[in-house]
């Protein structure tokens, strides 16, 4: 954001609903969430949200020319919510046509994780800056980056005397960057990218074939093994009246009641994608294989049956977190 600011003369920076880019207090002002923002404001002035795959919204803003960085997650983090192919090669042009940098965030997408080195690498963009970080080092040290273009580097190191504005006590650490390079190293040595696009489409595919099983499953999605389940009300009456219950109470609770079993039955460690929302998400290892794939897919259909069963020890685990929570105050929270 510092450099987008120093290299354009602009200052707005300009994100996406929805968007999760990190609790610092930068980081946090173009985070869209209220739930990570509550309680930290004022945040930094000029910042706007703008529409998931509008792109009209996007040119309303950069219009005015005044938008220094239009900053997205190609995959949201938070609901694994992917951009549309026309939507962001149109939004790269328009950011070229208004004089604005595009930063793509690939924190999360970055290094292998949805198939290919970087996301933005599936629809042939060229952002003008790219952040790194999570598995930039194996996750053995501490590590995160930028890489930019070298007139906006020079434009924030201008001068001689300017060659500390931005530092950190750890940047450039040798060990980091060591465990970066040996990270590197693997990825291509053991074709971990390619086994992310292959395993990532046999995943869908089979994820395909639970939601044509189960009613409850609204929608599969992903890129490479960057996958969301998202699940919608179910059919049958009764189930109908537990799905509205939990919901009153908590609208994450239900991804909960997934995740759970997952972990405690299965040993399988998934993720609620966001707050407020009924996704499950799951970013398997680079290395899986088939049979961590069949793993998978039998346990989480076998969470998915045990949520037919009502009343049944799953929602007997929500009515508890629903009572729990109740009994913190966690509803009245307003969440
Ligand atoms: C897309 C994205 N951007 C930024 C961040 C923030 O990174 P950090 O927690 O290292 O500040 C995250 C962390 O989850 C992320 O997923």
Redesign the pocket.
Known sequence: MKFARCASGRSRIIAVEG??????MG?LSI?HSGNFREGFGPFLPDVSFVKHNDIEDLERHLKKKDVGAFII?LV???GVKIVADDYIKAARELCRKYGTLFIS?????GMGRTGKLFAYQHWDLDPDII?M??ALSGGYV?A?GFVTRREIYQKVYSRLDRCVVHSTTFGRNNLAMACGLATLNILEEEKLMENAAFRGEQLLNRLRGLQAKHDIIKEVRGKGLMLAIEFKEPASLKLKVAWKAIHAVDKGLFAQMIVTPLLQKHRILAQVAGHNMDVVKILPPLIIGDKEIDHFIHALDDAIQSIATFPGPVWDFGTNLVKAALKNGYASAGR
């Open positions: 968007s999760y880019h990190g609790l610092s980081a985070t997650e949201q983090g938070k965030d690939e924190v999360q997408t952040t970080a999570k501490p995160a």
